[in-house]
């Protein structure tokens, strides 16, 4: 799905280092999400943004900050990279309306190895 | 809060049979309960969901049944094929202006030919 872009797509960094993912989207949808995936623990909620005055924890925000530029844009960092942090994250939109069901549209995850 | 439960976490079965995957919810106000495929290296995809009002859904080879006063919810793929080899996620949310999906760990599902 081209209309939810995720930059970069795999990185590698050092401990200690900060980085930056950044999403965007042209759905026009409200609500953005990062997730974070590891083998056998499926998808889980690091901080979410209903819209651009809205940021929300997760489940697992330790370590993790994010900022919300626009509608369209949706940042995650990590201040101080660590090896636990080694994982594929997913970057996602919904639409959240009135017909009583929301989807979520993924970006194509960033892999992000840290040594 | 929410916490999905999914079940079970890998899952082989013969090519042509059925395959059940099953997910139970804690929040009896969760109505909306959807399902997500990713295949490998790709990103999940919304294949089908159900809202509380329903009990069944089908849409092809694939349904999705749920039971809301033993909180929990099923996905049924009939006559499994190759290209049904993939992760399987549940989710369940409260639909709300306030809510967000939680999702199960995942069923990874293999079909053997």
């Known amino acids: 799905d081209a209309d939810v872009t995720q930059t970069p797509r795999n990185r590698i960094t050092k401990t200690g280092k900060r980085i930056m993912l950044e999403c965007s989207q042209t759905?026009?949808?409200?609500?953005m999400y990062w997730y974070r995936q590891d083998p056998g623990l499926g998808l889980r909620l690091i901080y979410y943004?209903?819209?651009?005055?809205?940021?929300n924890k997760g489940e697992i925000s330790d370590g993790y900050s994010v900022s919300r530029q626009a509608q369209a844009k949706f940042s995650l960092s990590l201040e101080s990279a660590i090896p636990n942090q080694t994982a594929l994250y997913f970057c996602?939109?919904?639409?959240?309306?009135?017909?009583?069901?929301?989807?979520?549209?993924f970006g194509p995850g960033t892999r992000l190895l840290v040594l | 809060g929410e916490n999905v439960e999914q079940h079970p976490s890998t899952l082989s079965v013969q090519e042509g049979d059925s395959a059940v995957i099953k997910c139970t919810y804690s929040?009896?106000?969760?109505?909306?309960f959807p399902w997500y495929k990713q295949e490998l290296g790709k990103r999940p995809q919304l294949i089908i969901d159900?809202?509380?009002?329903?009990g069944e859904k089908k849409d092809q080879r694939i349904a999705v049944t749920l039971n809301k006063t033993a909180k929990h919810f099923s996905l049924h793929i009939t006559e499994t094929q190759p290209e049904d080899s993939a992760v399987y996620f549940c989710?369940?949310?409260?639909?709300?202006?306030?809510?967000?999906?939680?999702f199960g760990s995942g069923t990874r599902l293999s079909i053997r030919p």
């Open positions: 943004s209903f819209d651009v005055k809205d940021i």
């Open positions: 929040d009896s106000a969760s109505n909306y």
């Open positions: 159900i809202r509380s009002n329903v």
């Open positions: 759905k026009g949808h409200d609500r």
């Open positions: 989710a369940a949310s409260m639909w709300s202006s306030a809510s967000k999906i939680i």
């Open positions: 996602a939109t919904s639409d959240f309306g009135a017909s009583g069901q929301e989807t979520q549209y």
